[in-house]
């Protein structure tokens, strides 16, 4: 099944929206400035919203069904988040309004600063960063500039567990650091000696992702981070699954000096197809000066409360314009006032009980590496007994046949053939069982007939995609039009 | 519990059959010390009671419904038409992920794919990336990108002073670990002879805005002219644009940019109290491995039929971990994909006409404007929808009376960023100011006029 390109349908003439004529005199354009020709397609509206809404038809979303994706907690979006972040009280505000005009936005800002500060028990905290990403390197540059500050410009190295993100060392060599890589040990943990090794005057700090991408809690937590420390470096917390620690612990009671926060992962927000998200980021009160700015802050010399906008003294310099994806924090806020903290509670609760249900269901048939009680995710090998030339991929193509998104597969890097599995909290049972007699039905046909997954997917609108061709460099076409 | 469908019959039959009594036990890894804080929230609120508090919260603020607003300055008002939240609200478009697979993910790819083909033609680029988070975050990654294609020897970037100022700022934030210096914005006067004469043989890249911050253009001819003495030195050319000035005005590859980024919001975006925005980024195809963020390529599948995948993921962070181009994951997808269907819907006639509707309704308010004695236009080049009024009266106390009298957003006070220019005012117009609004911010004006024809500010 596939759908033809706007350009494709396009015919000359057509129009899929009409303007109105000129309500003042028209000025001559200036001869010399203009474009010969504009090349967009011509459609009708009709034509428009059925080629949209039949790609919409070709995607797998949490709308349409189970969505296991380690690492991204695909959890269901409230429609509520998406009705309060459409009211014109929001949508219609400019950035740059004086302050006294948008009060109402103001103050959803700053209760979000504090609501965020209380569940992790970080004092400072800017909404700027739009991203996990780009809150990742915006904790970054304010460790730097933290440590720069003191006077310590020798520190250069971040040292990054071999299970992390590839964001960890990618960011590192963005804010202008080195990268060293940390093993774990044969729990899953950070290895303390590994560590203790690395540890010198060299070092900035660590980033650390607790639950770790294994969906595991460092048992040494409090240990790794009281090393860092002592060897004078800070601790960078990717905040990527903050979803099992909602009212179980505070990042910051466990060491940490600086977090991201997902939103689009925690807090309910949408993916959007990959963004927009929110990556917020905190700090102890020591680093708030370096935050990026603008944020939200009480204006003291006001009889009445007064919000405005504040730029702390040695801020590292902005990481986007204004003040960040306000919609998205919108919506993030609509659902933090929904759930309130037992709520919250209730969500990691729920989602560290769903993984360890889904992990009962099928441990023994697919390989553990580590077996321990996992948090909001584990992560097993795509590997069956038996069935020697069968491959996550395999496994991850044939969940498509039964209607289930893939988990997440060949990450962590320090697990073969990874499949990482993320069930989340707004799952039912059943639809955990169904999941779990998916992945069993398949080792069963990974056995009597692994042709069968190979050739998987068979029920989806294409079949497997050539990626090769689509970046060698005789056959890449990155866009329609003819110069492409 | 909201969202949380398990029953505590489904809670007591999950536990038996992980082993464990009580889902407290599923913690004892967490240190005992700092396990479950009590958190200090507001009380939960059902979905009434929340409609209604944050109803009256929105309204707290004075919207762009209930003001004429002429303040552009990176962030701008358009007309929006209902297909675009229609269509980017479909549940299988807004609650997917990335598309890591594929055989399931063929919407989002073939619509960032004509994204991407929209954003060549609008440029006059040979490739586009998925977007950036926004232009100021599109224009640090086009530095990124000329540090790259330089082989990381060439260390310096020219930035024009009319460059946005957040934009300038935010490059200056990214590259701050990188060892780059940016220059040639200090000083006002820098036009683009003078930026040309800057770069030599240790220059990445310059870095001009066509329309620039104050609204002005630049004609194909003298952007040619930069773009040869720019290349001569071997450096990259990259140009910041106004998407919708590119429905009228000649695209930066027709006069020999590298790199085309700018502000995406204007298509079919909210402005959305500055964001969720997306940064546009095009280039010149030799160009597009050293390029940050996801692409989206043409293939085919195991039966030939033609189907759309994530290209290049060699440049990406999964990949190359601390050697990868950048360290973002994401694009601004749902954005783009309302860009997508904005420029689908305007199609080749209708962004033309969005464009002649600013560009009349500008030189409309700006003749007004100028035939009122205190005032005066600055500058004598041509311009697209924002102009620069130099002022009677102190500008800040300007935009006070006009919004606390009038109702009117006035613009925005350019002595906040260019303490020379702390007499202008730059002024937007947009499709969306009417006559009779254009009339009112005149009349206004003309009340404040010169200290001798009207009233000081209090």
Redesign the interface.
């Known amino acids: 099944m596939?759908?033809p390109?706007?350009?494709e349908i396009?015919s000359p003439g057509?129009?899929?929206?009409r303007?109105?004529q000129?309500?003042?005199?028209?000025?001559e354009?200036?001869a010399?400035?203009?474009?010969d020709d504009?090349?967009?397609?011509?459609?009708s509206?009709m034509d428009?919203?059925r080629?949209?809404?039949h790609?919409?038809?070709?995607?797998?979303?949490?709308?349409?069904g189970f969505?296991p994706?380690g690492s991204?907690t695909?959890?269901?979006?409230?429609r509520?988040n998406?009705?309060?972040s459409?009211?014109?009280?929001?949508?219609?505000?400019?950035?740059?309004?004086?302050p006294d005009?948008?009060?109402?936005?103001l103050?959803?800002l700053y209760e979000l600063q504090e609501?965020l500060g209380?569940?992790s028990?970080f004092p400072g905290i800017s909404l700027q960063p739009?991203?996990?990403?780009?809150g990742?390197?915006t904790g970054v540059?304010i460790m730097?500039?933290a440590l720069y500050d003191r006077g310590e410009t020798q520190r250069n190295v971040i040292l990054v567990p071999d299970s992390a993100?590839?964001?960890n060392?990618?960011?590192?060599?963005?804010?202008?650091?080195k990268?060293v890589q940390i093993a774990s040990d044969a729990a899953g943990n950070v290895d303390l000696d590994a560590l203790r090794v690395h540890l010198s005057d060299q070092v900035v700090g660590l980033m650390l992702t607790n639950p770790n991408t294994l969906g595991?809690?460092?048992?040494q937590?409090?240990e790794v981070t009281r090393l860092v420390h002592e060897a004078g470096g800070l601790v960078y917390g990717d905040g990527a699954n903050l979803n099992a620690m909602l009212?179980?612990?505070?990042p910051a009671?466990?060491g940490f000096d600086v977090m991201h926060f997902n939103l689009h992962k925690t807090f309910?927000t949408?993916?959007?197809?990959?963004?927009?998200?929110a990556g917020p980021v905190g700090v102890t009160a020591e680093l708030a000066t370096f935050l990026?700015g603008p944020i939200v802050v009480e204006q003291e010399d006001e009889e009445s409360p007064f919000l405005t906008w504040h730029v702390p003294e040695k801020s590292?310099?902005?990481?986007?314009?204004?003040?960040?994806?306000?919609?998205?924090l919108v919506r993030a806020y609509?659902y933090?006032?929904?759930?309130?903290?037992?709520?919250?509670?209730?969500?990691a609760?729920?989602a560290?009980?769903?993984a360890?249900?889904l992990l009962?269901?099928i441990r023994g048939v697919y390989p553990l590496p580590y077996d321990?009680?996992c948090m909001h995710e584990f992560v097993v090998e795509g590997r069956i007994e038996g069935a020697p030339d069968v491959r996550a991929l395999d496994i991850?193509?044939r969940l498509?046949d039964y209607g289930f998104?893939?988990p997440?597969n060949y990450?962590p890097l320090i697990v073969p053939e990874a499949l990482m599995i993320e069930p989340t909290?707004?799952?039912?049972?059943e639809t955990l069982d169904a999941f779990a007699e998916a992945l069993l039905k398949i080792a069963e046909e990974a056995r009597e007939d692994p042709e069968l997954l190979h050739?998987a997917?068979h029920t989806?609108?294409?079949?497997?995609?050539?990626?090769v061709?689509?970046?060698h460099p005789k056959?890449?076409?990155?866009?329609?039009?003819q110069?492409? | 519990?909201?969202?949380?469908?398990?029953t505590d019959a489904?809670?007591a039959?999950?536990?038996a059959?992980?082993?464990v009594e009580r889902?407290e036990d599923?913690?004892?890894?967490?240190?005992e010390e700092?396990?479950?804080?009590?958190?200090?929230?507001?009380?939960?609120?059902s979905?009434l009671e929340?409609?209604q508090?944050?109803?009256m919260?929105?309204?707290?603020?004075?919207?762009?419904?209930h003001t004429a607003?002429f303040?552009g300055?990176?962030?701008y008002?358009h007309?929006i038409?209902s297909?675009v939240?229609?269509?980017i609200?479909?549940?299988?478009?807004?609650?997917?992920?990335?598309?890591?697979?594929?055989?399931?993910?063929?919407?989002?790819l073939?619509?960032i794919?004509?994204y991407?083909?929209?954003?060549?033609?609008?440029t006059g680029m040979?490739?586009?990336n998925?977007?950036h988070?926004?232009?100021?975050?599109a224009v640090a990654e086009a530095v990124?990108t000329a540090f790259n294609v330089g082989r990381r020897k060439r260390k310096k970037a020219i930035l024009s002073p009319m460059l946005h100022p957040?934009?300038r700022?935010?490059a200056?934030?990214?590259t701050?670990?990188?060892?780059l210096t940016l220059i040639g914005d200090d000083d006002l006067s820098n036009g683009v002879d003078a930026l040309a004469a800057l770069c030599d043989g240790d220059t990445a890249c310059v870095i001009v805005q066509n329309p620039d911050f104050l609204g002005q253009?630049y004609?194909?001819?003298e952007m040619q002219t930069l773009a040869d003495a720019v290349h001569g030195c071997g450096a990259l050319l990259v140009v910041a644009a106004d998407p919708i000035s590119?429905?009228?005005?000649?695209?930066p590859g027709?006069y020999g940019a590298d790199i085309v980024v700018g502000?995406g919001q204007p298509l079919g975006n909210?402005?959305?109290?500055?964001?969720?925005?997306?940064g546009f980024f095009a280039c010149r195809?030799r160009y597009?491995r050293s390029v940050a963020g996801?692409?989206?390529?043409?293939?085919?599948?195991?039966?030939g039929?033609?189907?759309?995948?994530?290209?290049?993921?060699?440049r990406?962070?999964?990949?190359?971990?601390?050697?990868?181009s950048?360290?973002?994951?994401?694009?601004?997808?749902?954005?783009a994909?309302a860009a997508g269907?904005y420029?689908?819907?305007?199609?080749?006639?209708?962004?033309?006409?969005?464009a002649?509707?600013c560009?009349?309704?500008a030189?409309?308010a700006a003749?007004e404007i100028a035939k009122l004695p205190g005032y005066e236009i600055m500058g004598d080049r041509?311009f697209f929808k924002e102009f620069v009024v130099r002022c009677p009266q102190p500008v800040d106390k300007m935009?006070?009376y006009l919004?606390d009298d009038w109702a009117i957003?006035g613009g925005?006070e350019l002595g906040r960023d260019y303490p020379e220019l702390d007499d202008g005012l730059l002024v937007c117009v947009t499709?969306m100011n009417?006559?009779e609004k254009?009339d009112e911010l005149v009349e206004a004006l003309a009340e404040l006029g010169g200290p001798r024809q009207g009233g000081e500010v209090s």
């Open positions: 596939t759908e390109l706007l350009y396009s057509r129009r899929g929206c303007l109105p000129p309500d003042v005199q028209r000025e354009l200036p010399g400035f203009l474009r504009l090349p967009l397609p011509e459609v509206e428009l919203v080629h949209y809404v790609l919409s038809q070709l995607n797998h979303a949490v709308d349409t969505y994706l991204c695909m959890k269901y979006n409230p509520v998406e009705a309060i459409h009211l014109p009280g929001f949508t219609q505000l400019h950035p740059l309004q004086p005009t948008v009060q109402g936005a103050v959803l609501f209380e569940i028990g739009a991203a996990g990403a780009h990742e390197m540059l730097r500039k993100h590839g964001t060392p990618a960011t590192t060599t963005m804010s202008g650091l990268v595991l809690f460092d048992e937590v409090l009212g179980i612990c505070k009671d466990l309910g949408p993916h959007g197809g990959g963004g927009p998200g990026p590292i310099g902005p990481v986007k314009s204004f003040y960040g994806n306000f919609g998205v609509t933090i006032r929904m759930l309130g903290a037992e709520g919250l509670r209730r969500v609760e729920n560290v009980l769903n360890n249900y009962s269901r321990r009680t991850s193509k498509m998104h893939p997440t990450f909290e707004t799952e039912s049972k050739n997917p989806t609108p294409l079949g497997r995609l050539d990626e061709r689509a970046s056959t890449m076409r990155l866009c329609y039009t110069e492409c | 519990m909201p969202y949380i469908p398990n489904d809670r039959a999950m536990l059959a992980i082993g889902i599923l913690f004892h890894d967490v240190p700092v396990r479950f804080p009590m958190l200090e929230l507001p009380d939960p609120l979905e929340i409609q508090e944050l109803l919260l929105s309204e707290v603020s004075i919207d762009l419904n607003c303040l300055a990176g962030a008002r007309f038409p297909v939240d229609q269509l609200s479909r549940g299988e478009f807004y609650t997917a992920y990335t598309p890591y697979q594929p055989e399931i993910s063929q919407g989002t073939q619509a794919f004509e991407q083909s929209m954003i060549c033609a609008l040979e490739a586009a998925a977007s988070y926004d232009g100021a975050t990124i957040q934009y700022a935010v200056r934030t990214y701050q670990g990188m060892g253009l004609s194909p001819a590119l429905g009228l005005f000649a695209p027709d502000e909210p402005i959305s109290f500055g964001g969720p925005y997306l195809k597009v996801r692409i989206v390529g043409e293939t085919v599948d195991t039966q039929r033609r189907g759309f995948v994530l290209a290049l993921s060699t990406e962070q999964h990949i190359r971990r601390e050697k990868a950048s360290n973002i994951c994401t694009n601004q997808a749902l954005c994909l269907v420029l689908a819907a305007m199609g080749k006639r209708g962004l033309r006409q969005v002649e509707l560009y009349h309704k030189h409309y003749a041509p935009l006070r919004l957003l925005y499709e009417s006559r254009i």
